[in-house]
């Protein structure tokens, strides 16, 4: 599924930040921040992506898309 290659994407970038952030202890602390919210927001892109995994494994991929759609008529 599309979703497993974004997750792993994500995954792959959050532990090349989290390697670049250790490795270097003299980043200026704005740019650190930057960082520091960059990853944050990638380990909750994670988290989401392994729900939605979870929730197309328990009621399927028909039945999530389903409830993906809007109300008809949109």
């Known amino acids: 599924l599309f979703i497993n290659n974004q997750q792993a994407e994500i995954a792959q970038l959050n532990v090349r930040l989290q390697q670049f952030m250790g490795a270097d202890k003299n980043i200026d602390f704005p ?26 494994d328990y009621i399927t991929l028909p039945n999530y898309l389903q409830t993906q759609m809007g109300p008809k008529g949109d």
């Open 31 to 56: 740019f650190r921040d930057l960082l520091e919210d960059l990853l944050e927001e990638c380990e909750e892109a994670i988290d989401w992506l392994e729900t939605q995994q979870g929730l197309i």
